[in-house]
């Protein structure tokens, strides 16, 4: 039975190099993968998948507005074996949807990587849905610098001041988000 899979965790807990190690071991035994990320996820180019550690590949791009179930069907024709999804906070509801119908479906396994809450410890949609219909979730841990487990994506100004306010939605890395527990934030803030 293929089941739809949820690995959330903070910035910096090795999400992207997961989801390569997993398609790594997927086409090693010959499985087709169906690497895919969202549109808005431009940081290391528009259809590269990188992680901190430097592993990369080429992904394929899944703009807001497309209908992930039309592009899955689309591609049939080359059996697709299994999904990795990265970056899966930033698709729509309506794709997290169409990866349920793919697994119920097709039959087709899919694995989501990507963070639960914002900069502000809100949920993200795309990350809600996935609470509400993946089969199996699972956190990837990191931790903080106080040694307790990290589960704030933290964002900070060029001065390195906690920011609790702006867009939902700034693409970064290590140069603007820091993984922190709750009670190091809530400190942060107040300083």
Known sequence: MAKLYFKYGAMGSSKSAQALI??????ERGMRVWLIKPG????????????????????????????LWDEFES?????????????????TER??????????????????????????AKLFPASARLFELADKIAEVKSI????????????????????THGDRIKLGGNELYTAMCHSCWKKAQKQ
Do not use: W
């Open 75 to 91: 591609r049939m024709s080359n059996k697709i074996d299994v999904i990795i999804a990265d970056e899966c906070h930033f698709f």
């Open 40 to 67: 808005i996820d431009t940081r290391d180019g528009a259809d590269i998948l990188k992680s901190r550690i430097g592993l990369e590949q080429k992904a394929d791009i899944i703009y807001s507005g497309t209908s």
């Open 22 to 27: 997993t398609k790594f071991n997927y086409e």
């Open 95 to 120: 794709q997290i949807d169409d990866m349920r119908r793919i697994v119920d479906e097709c039959e087709v396994p899919v694995i989501c990587y990507g963070l639960r809450t914002d900069f502000k």
């Open 144 to 163: 903080c610098e106080c040694g307790r487990k990290a589960i704030i994506n933290a964002r900070t100004d060029e001065n390195g001041k906690i920011v």
